[in-house]
């Protein structure tokens, strides 16, 4: 075990012998960044829901993309980037020993094109991106197999789901985070096996219930208590759910019982040995954030496609991700990838590489497709390769690229959040480490501002009525959050009724950041279970089983994603389960 001082924060982080032990194996030098601090400058290099208006390199013509303008990428159409008329090859130079590393591949990057967004196999989706596999989807982004959704992300194998972040194998749910295998739930958080079902939070093989928390295999249950069939229906009739007012009352009441009653230290099911936020079916996971069906990995994010291995430090998507570090946006079967970005399908053996398709054993390499043994997109004997990347390795220690706040980067490093094509307030970092627009330049940060398109408002969201309103559809309506004009589409519309639910009076992009306030924090805590022997420790919630540890205090701690200013009771795993099982 060792302490060192991360080069970013200044602050104190450990690397432990199971570290050392991964780094050796994957022959690279322990990291000089915190384990936030990477997630941070990997995050940088991630915008997952902006897109930008930009001129096609090859035509001119207007497109959309997740690289804007600024980006001093050339963008062209992914159909376009997969044509035949381009080559990436032709830019390929020879490695300068004489400048750093960093700087003569971003001036790489600068000169390939890229195509305007990432997607996979879709079908009637134009306005969904950062996806694989969807089908009559309108702006779903880091989502998998899914049909007929809306405005969601992390939507995997889903189908007729509007308003949704983080979940899987779900269908007709509205405005919930963290489901699995659920069927018409709504406003809820943490549901798996569920149908039917209002408000509620962390529930697991439950039906018709409203407002509840921490039940198993229950039905027709109002804020934890149980009623009969006919009961229950009368009691959500009077809450008018169908109504605005019905359901800004519902969402108040249920969030105070929700504060009434013990949540989980470490919000997942079914996992052995590991920690983190939001980790579900998964073993030896550590110190990660919304992961599914993973073993034996550490510091890693976003990855909610199975199943993935032995990875530290990987950020976003999975699907037989294996033996990977410091990567973004390398999925589908990469194996042994370092400190590269957006390498798909069946990369393998790739180093500081951008964009490369099914290519392997590159270095240093920028949109090449189906290529190996190459460096700064020029190709090589398998034996002139294997010289050369060693030195060059060698070089990035000697002549290392130095950024504006002095932080040092050599063989290692991902890198250099300057060096990101996109707005650091436009990618997920900003939701993580958020910081003012001042900090960004004074960083040297990018930091782009998304236009708004010009539309005349014909009607605020306090004007809006009740009850479902046929004539919306004509409406430009204002956001009562952040007074930008959004419209309600014919097939949002036809969910909305299907499903009785009002319009709401917020833009999807503020019932996106609304939604995602439901998520613990990336950062871990050590607290200590809150669980006082009969009560809690503010005595809010009243034990219904004996504990463990009888009439006194729980003297269990952990790790999690719980802030410390949060008024949630949290629970160790122990005394939690003896109040829900």
Known sequence: METRNCQNCKQKFVIDQEDF???????????????????????????????FKVKDYFTDQEIFSTYPAESGRKIITREEWFGDNWDA??????????????????????????????V???????????????????????????????YGNAVDYCKDCIDNSHISQSERCYESFWLQNCYQCYFSIMLAESYNIWFCRNCLGCNNCFGCANLR?????????????????????????????????????????????????????????????????????????????????????????????????????GEYVELCYETMECGENSYNNKFSRNCWPSCKNNEYCVHLFSSSDCFGCVGLKKKKYCIFNKQYTKEEYEILIPKIKKQMDEIPHIDSQGIVYKYGEFFPIEFSPFGYNNTIAMQHFPITK???????????????????????????????????????????????????????????????????????????????????????????????GVTDVTEIYKNTSKHFHEDEPCKEEFKTGHAPENKEIVYCEKCYQQEVY
């Not at 390929?92 to 990432?118: I, R, T």
């Not at 134009?126 to 309108?138: H, I």
């Open 217 to 317: 295999k229950s039905s027709y249950c109002i804020f934890n208590k149980k009623y009969i069939k006919e009961e229950y229906e009368i009691e959500l009739e009077k809450m008018k759910l169908g109504t605005f007012s019905g359901i800004q009352k519902a969402r108040k009441q249920a969030r105070a019982f929700w504060n009434t009653q013990p949540t989980k230290s470490q919000h997942g099911l079914k996992n052995l040995n590991s920690t983190g936020s939001h980790v579900t079916n998964c073993k030896n996971v550590n110190d990660s954030f919304l992961i599914r069906e993973s073993e034996n990995m550490r510091y890693c994010q976003y990855l909610q496609v199975p199943k993935n291995k032995d990875n530290y430090d990987v950020t976003n998507w």
């Open 438 to 532: 001042k900090e960004a330049e004074n960083k040297k940060y990018p930091w782009i501002e998304v236009p708004h398109g010009e539309y005349k408002i014909t009607k605020k969201a306090e004007d809006l009525p009740d009850l479902i309103d046929d004539n919306i559809l004509k409406e430009v309506i204002e956001c009562e959050n952040c007074k930008n004009p959004y419209r309600i589409l014919e097939n949002e519309f036809l969910f909305y009724k299907k499903e009785n639910l009002p319009i709401p009076r917020m833009c999807h992009d503020c019932r996106f950041e609304r939604r995602i306030q439901d998520r613990l924090k990336l950062q871990l805590y050590k607290k200590p279970c809150m669980c006082g």
């Open 89 to 118: 090859m032709e830019h390929g130079v020879d490695f300068d020993f004489s400048k750093p590393f960093f700087k003569q591949l971003l001036e790489l990057e600068k000169k390939v094109l890229m195509y305007s967004f990432n």
């Open 21 to 51: 032990n991964f780094y050796e194996k994957m022959k690279v030098p322990a990291p000089t960044f915190c384990p936030l601090c990477r997630a941070q400058r990997r995050f940088a290099f991630r915008n997952e829901r902006k897109l």
């Open 120 to 150: 996979i196999r879709m079908v009637n989706s134009p306005y969904a991106f950062n996806a694989t596999g969807l089908k009559n989807c309108y702006f779903i982004v880091n989502a998998n197999y899914s049909e007929d959704c809306m």
